[in-house]
């Protein structure tokens, strides 16, 4: 293919790729997709909604019908898209289902009953079950609400852990501490349940008064205009749940709130209805300016310029726990969600901060932004996605916390696109010289990164390499040629790229996989970065995106290559399929024209 049919195929791919894009923009300007994760946000849905005395029959019916469509053919549910049976996950759906009235089928208790049942299972699904009234409460690891009273300068406070953990764990800790039940009618004791064996919280002493006090004054101090807890499922249900079990109603506004937000996490499909864990506006739409701008759509194009509006609008101007740990930093940047005003996180301001640039807007907010990610670094020279130095990995002996991520420690790709916002600002030369070792030092030894927050080492590449190019690494340089070698050495034949999940803990699978748009797309941008524009790899995963597009400008991609916590809590961003492979073709194509 000669350099003028290349291009003329990359022109045919970006321009169907950015009228879908464009199609898909929301009135008020922002961009959106599903965030979808597994069957326990559904099989959760139905045990708050039991607890708290909001079930119906109809919404019983439905969710029934999602986690039968979500069911795999061995009878056993898994985390993310043709990944391994998750113990966990299918004893809450097999108990959801048995709840709206459902046989999940012999091969479901055959499978829960050979992995040990409910003794095996993790302690979050435990805790769903004592609520239930299936596990003793006493069986599971306590976690005291005394630790909310612990000061952050303390050898352990509630500030050790990461920001999702610390807003989940303190009204769980109230929850274990009350001990209620709200039996769920249904004989769980062939996967190991122990119904009615739940003992009386004792009576609670002066100190645990004033704990339970403290736990909730802390979280209704941190509730979020749309009556959630950070934007994210787990603190948002255990809120609920605490509140409920402390007596409260619809008279308290606050825990009427949170019902009734919960509302606009709900994807209703007719027959279906599944919940979202969490809601991706402004990482959605920062991503779909940058996509725009490559392919060549101008910044004062009414469409971007209503995105760069409703992103400013969106800017952080509080204090919140990140700034327990740095006082002295001015609030800035964005957040993930709509709304979520006390936890920004350093991957969305810096992402944003980019997409603004693009468009020529928001210089104060953008200063505001960069100064905060600033303040941000980590004493490795790293960035974590919300806190600084959250790094006490001690935590992971402690039973309760067997649910993945706890902590929050500095990770590369987040690292790196904080140095690609930073870099081309001279007051920020020490910063950014700082998180160019971390990011150099980081490099495995393959020559790739490892990914934080999507699936995995080739999104670490596809983070990385433009970072390096943005503070003026030499294409040359070894950390950019050992990249460039790994990613040659796990491209598939058909010019894709694709990583298994199971990378996270298995390294043979690190660059391989069934190839998808987006990770494929991430293969380009780490090419481009790396001055292989003009590369036969580039252009052969530049072939595999213009030849595997659909008629309608979109991509199809079934696979997870997002990830919340990693192999633990895996995402299907909806719209990752669209978003990078345009941003990629629109950067190659801009240093083909050159």
């Known amino acids: 293919m000669t350099v003028v049919q290349e291009l003329t195929a990359l022109d045919a791919a970006i321009d169907a790729g950015t009228k879908r894009l464009l199609e898909l923009q929301h009135p008020d300007g922002w961009w959106v997709g599903e965030l979808e994760s597994n069957a326990t946000m559904i099989a959760e849905h139905l045990f708050w909604l039991h607890f708290a005395g909001l079930r119906d029959r109809e919404t019983d019916r439905k969710l029934a019908n999602e986690l039968l469509a979500r069911r795999r053919d061995d009878g056993t549910w898994s985390n993310w898209f043709e990944g391994p049976a998750d113990l966990s996950t299918t004893i809450e759906s097999y108990v959801a289902l048995k709840m709206a009235g459902v046989d999940a089928g012999a091969e479901t208790?055959?499978?829960?009953?050979?992995?040990?049942?409910?003794?095996?299972?993790?302690?979050?699904?435990?805790?769903?079950?004592?609520?239930?009234?299936?596990?003793?409460?006493?069986?599971?690891?306590?976690?005291?609400?005394?630790?909310?009273?612990?000061?952050?300068s303390a050898p352990f406070s509630i500030y050790n852990l990461a920001c999702w953990a610390r807003q989940t764990v303190v009204p769980l800790s109230?929850?274990?501490?009350?001990?209620?039940?709200?039996?769920?009618?249904?004989?769980?004791?062939d996967i190991g349940a122990r119904p009615g064996e739940t003992k009386a919280a004792?009576?609670?002493?002066?100190?645990?008064?004033?704990?339970?006090?403290?736990?909730?004054?802390?979280?209704?101090?941190?509730?979020?205009?749309?009556?959630?807890?950070?934007?994210?499922?787990?603190?948002?249900?255990?809120?609920?749940?605490?509140?409920?079990?402390?007596?409260?109603?619809?008279?308290?506004?606050?825990?009427?709130?949170?019902?009734?937000?919960?509302?606009?996490f709900l994807i209703d499909e007719g027959d279906r209805l599944r919940p979202e864990a969490c809601q991706s506006p402004i990482w959605d739409t920062a991503l779909a300016v940058l996509g725009l701008r490559a392919c060549g759509i101008p910044a004062d194009h009414p469409q971007l310029a209503k995105?760069?509006?409703?992103?400013?609008?969106?800017e952080v101007t509080v204090k919140g726990d990140w700034s327990v740990r740095v006082p002295d930093v001015e609030p800035g940047g964005w957040a993930f969600e709509f709304d979520n005003d006390l936890y920004p996180d350093v991957d969305d301001a810096a992402v944003v901060c980019l997409a603004l640039r693009e468009l020529d807007l928001g210089k104060d907010a953008v200063d505001r932004a960069l100064a905060w990610i600033d303040g941000m670094q980590s004493s490795n020279g790293g960035w974590g996605a919300f806190d600084v130095d959250n790094t006490s990995d001690w935590i992971y002996r402690v039973p309760f916390f067997d649910f993945g991520a706890a902590i929050d420690p500095p990770s590369e790709d987040v690292a790196a696109h904080a140095v690609e916002a930073?870099?081309?600002?001279?007051?920020?030369?020490?910063?950014?010289?700082?998180g160019l070792d971390y990011l150099l030092r980081e490099q495995q030894e393959d020559g790739s990164w490892w990914g934080?927050?999507?699936?995995?080492?080739?999104?670490?590449?596809?983070?990385?390499?433009?970072?390096?190019?943005?503070?003026?690494?030499?294409?040359?340089?070894?950390?950019?040629?050992?990249?460039?070698?790994?990613?040659?050495?796990?491209?598939?034949?058909?010019?894709?790229?694709?990583?298994?999940?199971?990378?996270?803990?298995?390294?043979?699978?690190?660059?391989?996989?069934?190839?998808?748009?987006?990770?494929?797309?991430?293969?380009?941008?780490?090419?481009?970065?790396?001055?292989?524009?003009?590369?036969?790899?580039?252009?052969?995963?530049?072939?595999?995106?213009?030849?595997?597009?659909?008629?309608?400008?979109?991509?199809?991609?079934?696979?997870?290559?997002?990830?919340?916590f990693p192999t633990d809590f895996m995402i299907r961003y909806h719209l990752y399929r669209l978003h990078f492979p345009l941003i990629a073709l629109g950067r190659l194509r801009e240093r083909l024209n050159r």
């Not at 929850?175 to 039940?181: F, K, Q, T």
């Not at 760069?308 to 609008?313: K, V, Y």
């Open 422 to 434: 930073l870099a081309p600002h001279s007051r920020y030369a020490e910063t950014t010289r700082r």
């Open 174 to 189: 109230v929850v274990m501490a009350l001990r209620p039940v709200r039996d769920a009618g249904v004989d769980l004791r």
């Open 307 to 314: 995105a760069g509006e409703w992103m400013l609008a969106e």
């Open 452 to 564: 934080r927050w999507g699936v995995n080492h080739v999104y670490g590449a596809a983070a990385v390499l433009p970072a390096l190019e943005a503070a003026g690494i030499d294409y040359d340089h070894p950390a950019m040629r050992r990249a460039v070698a790994w990613l040659d050495s796990v491209q598939a034949e058909n010019g894709g790229f694709g990583e298994d999940i199971r990378s996270y803990h298995e390294p043979e699978w690190r660059g391989r996989g069934v190839p998808t748009a987006s990770q494929t797309a991430w293969g380009v941008l780490a090419y481009v970065a790396a001055g292989e524009a003009q590369g036969t790899s580039a252009r052969r995963a530049a072939d595999f995106l213009t030849a595997s597009q659909q008629g309608d400008g979109d991509w199809s991609e079934e696979h997870y290559t997002g990830s919340g």
């Open 109 to 152: 208790l055959d499978y829960i009953r050979r992995q040990g049942g409910i003794p095996k299972a993790r302690v979050f699904t435990k805790c769903f079950l004592a609520l239930l009234g299936q596990w003793p409460w006493q069986r599971i690891p306590p976690v005291p609400p005394e630790i909310v009273l612990l000061r952050p």
């Open 202 to 264: 004792a009576r609670p002493s002066s100190l645990r008064r004033r704990a339970l006090a403290a736990a909730e004054t802390w979280m209704r101090s941190r509730q979020e205009a749309d009556g959630s807890w950070g934007g994210i499922q787990p603190p948002w249900v255990w809120s609920i749940l605490m509140f409920a079990s402390l007596g409260r109603g619809f008279e308290d506004e606050q825990f009427r709130r949170a019902i009734e937000g919960w509302s606009g």
